[in-house]
């Protein structure tokens, strides 16, 4: 058996190897009883689901073995709240037919007595609609029996042959079979008893938990930046993904839509629809609703809507030029500057470089500017820490001095990380519309934009 990762001539070797130690490790984990064939065919959805959680439009996601056995063993909430409803209307319809049954029972013994004296072939008749009454009432198994018995005494008595009725013991074992599966609908299993308990308790706590002061739906945007710089400026590879997920806090506004305005002419940014949602609501009226008319959204559960890329090569892209000056002394300058030839990223704040130097150095910062730093001599690190990057503050650096065994290369891959409270992506949420008045809802709108595997090479 073989395991083949394909990637393309510029891609980082040592991402692609702790990539295919992780798919490895993956169908270790799936295939418990051994990796032949015969395992992986048996398990080829789990690994394919597994796999999807590891790479994403071609690119690896930032998970563990242990994340995507998480993934793995999650169950739908959405499938066990379907399921308790169901559930309880088959209780309701069923006590619904054991009260119109006692109803009819009360009924009987009146209706039954005042046939029973004088009976003659007329009454043989009479019996004989009664019964066919009873039976279009089905399926009230007790009325069947007592009719039955009647129609029983009623023959006994007659003196004419002509009408026969059916067999007592054969509608018992129908009765009986009837009242066991009532029996089983009222008892069920002590699992499936724990599990209908679990879930009604989760959703009083959701309903418990909003807070009326709050927008009742809640739109949320995450956004990743991937990138691969040259320490000489060139750009390999810049990448953002974004997730779009949408909250309703209140119960009584689950039928609802979710309006959405965003860049829907541009081409750049490669969006997907979640299948649950309308393709049809979406595409005319930027609208975010289930597929189904009846189907509401979950009450307090995060629910993935959109996914959208964006990829590029252009350096003008990037918000901000790094350039770098390295003497034969141990000096290192670091510069980063703001690149207002792009419109998308207004300001940089807290824009940290973790740079990492051999064990036996101990830096020493010479100068900085806009900015601060901090040195963790346990893990060999030192992050300058950009206050502001921005239009009107440009410009910021730092001058660190190191001993002369120290060569640029031990300096070097330098990791971005920083985080803002703005998309990328130009997307917004006007607000919510209720399906079923067409009233207008207010929704809060959250975004966060983080550097995820931004690294200077």
Not at 100 to 113: A, F, L, N, S, V
Not at 114 to 130: I, Y
Not at 216 to 242: Q, T, W, Y
Not at 403 to 412: G, R
Request: glycine share 4%; net charge negative.
């Amino acid at each position: 058996m073989y395991l083949v990762l394909i990637t393309y001539k510029s891609s980082n070797i040592i991402e692609d190897l702790e990539t295919i130690r992780l798919l490895q490790k993956v169908i270790v984990d799936v295939c418990s009883h051994g990796t032949s064939e015969t395992n992986i065919i048996k398990h080829a959805f789990d690994i394919l689901l597994a796999f999807d959680d590891v790479i994403a439009f071609g690119y690896r996601e930032s998970v563990t073995i242990n994340q995507v056995q998480t993934y793995l063993s999650m169950e739908s909430s959405e499938e066990k709240l379907h399921m308790m409803l169901l559930k309880a209307k088959q209780n309701e319809a069923a006590e619904a037919a054991k009260k119109h049954q006692r109803e009819m029972m009360k009924k009987q013994p009146g209706t039954g007595g005042s046939k029973m004296p004088g009976f003659s072939s007329e009454g043989s008749t009479t019996v004989k609609a009664e019964k066919e009454v009873v039976i279009n009432e089905k399926p009230l198994s007790e009325e069947v029996k007592l009719d039955s018995a009647a129609n029983i005494k009623a023959t006994s008595t007659s003196t004419k042959k002509g009408l026969q009725l059916g067999k007592p013991k054969k509608q018992e074992t129908v009765t009986t079979a009837q009242a066991k599966k009532e029996t089983a609908t009222h008892h069920p299993t002590p699992q499936q008893a724990e599990i209908d308990r679990q879930i009604i308790e989760e959703e009083k706590q959701r309903v418990k938990e909003y807070n009326p002061l709050q927008a009742p739906v809640l739109v949320e945007v995450e956004e990743k930046i991937k990138c691969d710089m040259h320490r000489d400026g060139a750009l390999n590879s810049f990448e953002v993904i974004g997730d779009v997920f949408i909250t309703v806090r209140d119960p009584s506004k689950a039928m609802s839509g979710v309006a959405i305005e965003h860049e829907s002419t541009n081409k750049a940014f490669k969006l997907s629809l979640h299948p649950s949602l309308n393709k049809q609501a979406w595409s005319q009226k930027n609208l975010l609703v289930s597929k189904e008319a009846d189907q509401s959204f979950p009450i307090g559960a995060k629910v993935p809507t959109i996914k959208y890329r964006f990829a590029s090569s252009n350096i003008n892209d990037v918000p901000f030029n790094f350039t770098y000056w390295y003497s034969e002394d141990g000096s290192l300058t670091l510069e980063a500057e703001f690149n207002s030839s792009q419109d998308r990223i207004k300001s940089l704040s807290k824009l940290a470089f973790v740079i990492s130097y051999p064990a036996y150095e101990t830096p020493n910062v010479k100068v900085i500017e806009n900015g601060d730093f901090e040195v963790d001599t346990k893990k060999s690190y030192l992050t300058w820490v950009i206050t502001e990057l921005s239009e009107s503050n440009a410009n910021a650096n730092i001058e660190i001095q190191f001993s002369k065994k120290t060569k640029v290369d031990d300096l070097f891959p330098i990791r971005i990380d920083f985080s803002l409270p703005t998309p990328f992506y130009h997307i917004k949420s006007p607000g919510a519309v209720s399906l079923a008045d067409q009233s207008r809802l207010v929704a809060e709108f959250v975004a966060t934009l983080s550097a995820e595997n931004w690294l200077i090479q």
